[in-house]
């Protein structure tokens, strides 16, 4: 029989587990990037992509399962900022909606989004940092 003690414990590493990606990457950064990107992602997101990321029908793309952000990741970090108009190929699949951009978001808030989506569903990419993205995003060509 576990202690009180015990119990807390291994609830605590359950949770902080839970918050680092189930132990994908268990450092306080990531923890801090995933969930901040979260609470993004639902914001300016997840109404297009949809909370699970498969996207909506042939009108909006999937972010889970993607080959399209699986080879593109530097298209994707400046789509988050520039958006996108014009024909896109997922999966084999065209998609020609608009997506527009989110100008307002920070580079730090499109790094916490860019974890966020990299790590959830069927992504396992790790952090990705804002030196990084701001790296991408300066070398971007806006949409028209």
């Known amino acids: 029989m576990l202690s009180v003690c015990s119990s807390v414990a291994l609830a605590l590493c359950a949770f902080c587990a839970l918050l680092s990606g189930c132990g994908k990457n268990p450092s306080v ?14 914001t300016h997101c997840s109404n297009c992509h949809q909370p699970a990321g498969g996207g909506l ?11 399209y952000m699986n080879n593109h990741f530097d298209e994707v970090i400046c789509l ?19 997506m527009p951009g989110a100008p307002a978001l920070s580079d730090l808030e499109i790094a916490e989004v ?5 790590n959830t569903w ?5 952090i990705v940092e804002v030196k990084e993205a ?11």
């Open 29 to 42: 950064k990531f923890s801090q990037y995933y969930t901040q990107g979260e609470k993004l992602y639902h």
């Open 57 to 67: 029908g042939r009108i909006y793309p999937p972010l889970d399962t993607s080959d």
């Open 80 to 98: 988050m900022r520039y958006g996108k108009y014009g024909e896109l190929i997922v999966n084999g699949l065209q998609f020609n909606q608009p």
């Open 114 to 118: 860019a974890t966020y989506i990299y």
């Open 122 to 126: 069927t992504h396992e990419r790790g």
């Open 134 to 144: 701001s790296a991408i995003l300066n070398r971007c060509n806006p949409a028209p």
